[in-house]
């Protein structure tokens, strides 16, 4: 028999799992827009003093050798911030399917114990 109580309990259950998932990604992909915002200023902020340096310099080979140093610098920059945003990312997967992890695994084990029986 259908009973409403333990339906409006599974219904809140699931309610509370789904804002605590909810909260958790906001939280991540702010996180994740705050870094990029910062990445973005700051190599905003070094190509413009590459540039000022580069317009001082009075030979083809000491532009070639800023020029290099720039690239392999913002080259390696932009590695770095890749590589931690991506971890960022796992990290918000990982949380996000956190408030479901202790639900799931019930559901689970209610469907092994009824396969069992």
């Not at 991506?86 to 918000?92: C, K, N, R, S």
């Amino acid at each position: 028999m259908f009973n409403f109580e333990d339906a409006n309990k599974k219904s809140k259950e699931t309610m509370d799992t789904m804002l605590k998932s909810y909260a958790s990604l906001t939280k991540a992909f702010q996180a994740i827009a705050t870094e990029a915002a910062d990445y973005s200023k700051k190599a905003f902020e070094d190509s413009v003093a590459h540039i000022e340096k580069i317009s001082t310099v009075k030979s083809v080979e000491a532009a070639f050798e800023l020029q290099t140093g720039y690239v392999k610098s913002a080259y390696e920059g932009y590695i770095a911030e890749a590589t931690k945003i991506g971890e960022m990312y796992a990290d918000l997967a990982k949380d996000a399917y956190k408030p479901y992890e202790a639900p799931v695994a019930k559901a689970t084990a209610a469907v092994k114990a009824a396969a069992a029986a």
